[in-house]
């Protein structure tokens, strides 16, 4: 199990094989795992055992200080190496983690969904002149007329009747329609359709919203 005798050529062979592709016994950092299979040995590994000699070199630049620092678990010679299981536990649960962290800070980041776009409608106010044919005009039934038209964006406002001479009197009468929806010659032609009642139809005014 583990690395066998690492005082024999057999042991440190098969520590320079396990070290060819990891920096530490377990793991990314050092660790008592390190210490232990670094105590086993009875000095530096030969430079045919380069992995093994880099590792050893690397861990015997730290200070006693540094090495009591050291974290992990304090486990036998022979649970680390190629069948140890401790080691390889270590190193997957350490693999999982560092994936993990890879894998949400590379996730594509979602993009904000949209804001819906606030639709304007564009609106106009109308004061329109409607005119009767003379005084004796029923001007209550000429505005019972003109309210009666109903449509999509239309929406009848105050009224009034305002004097044009020899005693007759024009209705004055706001509006407030959707441009896209209404137009001054549809209510023109709705309006005077009423033709015993209703000589003309003016705009008085037209202003935008």
Do not use: C
């Not at 050291?70 to 390889?88: E, H």
């Not at 001054?184 to 009423?194: A, Q, Y």
């Amino acid at each position: 199990m583990g690395f066998g005798d690492l005082k024999t050529d057999a042991g440190l062979q098969t520590l320079n094989s396990f070290l060819e592709d990891k920096s530490y016994i377990e793991g990314y950092v050092p660790s008592q795992a390190d210490l232990i299979v670094f105590a086993a040995l009875s000095g530096p590994p030969k430079a045919t055992y380069h992995h093994a000699l880099r590792w050893f070199t690397h861990v015997s630049s730290y200070t006693d200080q540094e090495k009591a620092g050291f974290g992990g678990v304090k486990n036998s010679l022979d649970s680390y190496g190629p069948a140890g299981g401790a080691s390889a536990a270590a190193a997957e649960d350490d693999f999982d983690l560092f994936g993990s962290d890879d894998e949400e800070e590379e996730a594509p980041k979602q993009p904000a969904p949209a804001k819906p776009k606030k639709v304007v409608i564009a609106k106009s106010v109308l004061v329109l002149d409607v005119k009767p044919w003379d005084d004796e005009t029923d001007m209550s039934e000429i505005e019972k007329h003109v309210r009666s038209i109903e449509a999509d964006g239309l929406v009848w406002g105050s009224s009034k009747l305002v004097p044009v001479g020899y005693g007759i009197k024009k209705l004055q009468i706001s509006a407030v329609i959707e441009d896209d929806k209404i137009s001054t010659d549809m209510l023109e032609e709705r309006i005077t359709e009423k033709e015993d009642l209703i000589q003309s139809m003016d705009i008085a005014a037209f202003n935008k919203v």
